[in-house]
């Protein structure tokens, strides 16, 4: 089975703790399996760890990574790296050559990126060539990656499932026994 | 041709700052044509007039609005209400009823929202059933709902416009003389 993980480049954990938290529970929600924080940031992984460990399915968070190690590493092992970009090739020219990869590692940048991950990156992807949001970008990445079934998916083993309902909340309490 | 508003609620403008900018920069990106905020906040008015000067398009911000008065408003001039919330009825199944609905409001909240909405909204809506982000959402629902379409879309008007490069960043200057 196919790897996806995304590396989220700079992060500061005095102003961008929602920001990246959002990124990881959208990494986890749309099918990846964890991300790698290029800042130490132990809160995050905790937050992230009991979304994970209550609704369901295996996510990992590491903070405090070195990103370049991890880009050489992954590519050493022969994964692909697709950097998401405003600046980049518009996803729907590229989307098939990255679903014919192997495993993928994400990178998302919050407002800078380090210039060298244009140059490591194997593509670079626009989201279209707008401003927008590394939130966002990643969603459309990995939805069209998936061709859109992780919105169906079941996630089990957790202690909480949603009863989808037209009018009310409905939360059911999952049994293991 | 249909109107697409984006809803903004429960912004607090001493922590939602960036997150509602997303908010307002995806609502852009993918089609919207302007977003509604739930609080007064005159700065991300100004930083999102700012980004849609320069990179083409009409799009409006306005803070500082009633949300209930302009749902019951939007719903007597015959538009639509569409929620976003992990606790709806999944994307999928009603995707084809919004795309044939008119003009189309669609709320977006923080963490949380006041219980009324479900009740006022046509449709509540999941961008699947599991906790993520509500910019992750809306990005999500634009692009089903135009199809994939937005983010091949060429924005005129705009002082700036991405060239897209394999790898480097490349920003072309417009012109309207």
């Known amino acids: 089975m196919r790897q996806i993980v995304v590396l989220r480049l700079g992060h500061r ?8 938290t959002h990124v990881g ?60 970009t405003m ?12 679903r014919a990869a192997g495993d993928i590692l994400v990178v998302v940048g919050a407002e800078k990126v380090p210039a060298e991950i244009y140059g490591m990156a194997d593509w670079n992807i626009a989201i279209g060539n707008q401003p927008h949001s590394e939130v966002a970008a990643l969603a459309i990445f990995l939805d069209r990656l998936h061709k859109g079934r992780e919105l169906s998916r079941v996630f089990k083993g957790g202690e909480l499932q949603v ?8 939360v059911r309490r999952v049994s293991h026994e």
């Open 13 to 20: 954990p005095e102003r961008d703790q929602r920001m990246t």
């Open 25 to 84: 529970l959208t990494a986890r929600a749309f099918g990846a399996n964890g991300m790698l924080i290029a800042a130490q940031d132990m809160s995050i992984e905790k937050n992230i760890d009991d979304i994970a460990r209550r609704w369901g399915e295996k996510f990992f968070v590491r903070s405090g990574i070195k990103w370049k190690d991890e880009v050489r590493e992954w590519k050493g092992r022969g994964g692909k790296v697709c950097h998401l």
């Open 87 to 98: 600046y980049g090739i518009n996803l729907p020219d590229v989307i098939d050559d990255v």
């Open 163 to 170: 009863v989808p309902r037209e009018r009310n909340k409905e």
